[in-house]
Nanobody, 116 residues
């Protein structure tokens, strides 16, 4: 079974940085989309960033452009989300996500809290 293990969340002050990691296992990840969603309290889950292993296309939601960077280490089946210039609006549970051959997989979330 495909498993996604996310880590790297925590408490940080506004303006600080965190790096999230997602280790994927149990499947073939050469041709998939993988990335991050987040869900803030009282809000719907939103896609933050993802990368297509098939064609290298990268997506960022507008609110994180210029601050977040997604990258992958194919040898380690790991996807990273470097988050800089964090602000309180980035506070949310962040979920690793993979779309593989028409199926969505989700990891358990990691909490990111940004204090003002």
């Amino acid at each position: 079974d495909v498993q996604l293990q996310a880590s790297g969340g925590g408490l940080v002050q506004a303006g600080g940085s965190l790096r999230l990691s997602c280790v994927a296992s149990g499947g073939t990840f050469d041709d998939c989309s993988i990335g991050w969603f987040r869900q803030a309290p009282g809000k719907e889950r939103e896609r933050v960033s993802c990368i297509s292993k098939y064609d290298g296309m990268i997506y960022y939601t507008d609110s994180v452009k210029g601050r977040f960077t997604i990258s992958s280490d194919n040898a380690k089946n790991t996807v990273y989300l470097q988050m800089n210039s964090l602000n309180p609006e980035d506070t949310a549970v962040y979920f690793c996500y993979a779309h593989i051959t028409g199926i969505d997989y989700w990891g358990k979330g990691t909490l990111v809290t940004v204090s003002s």
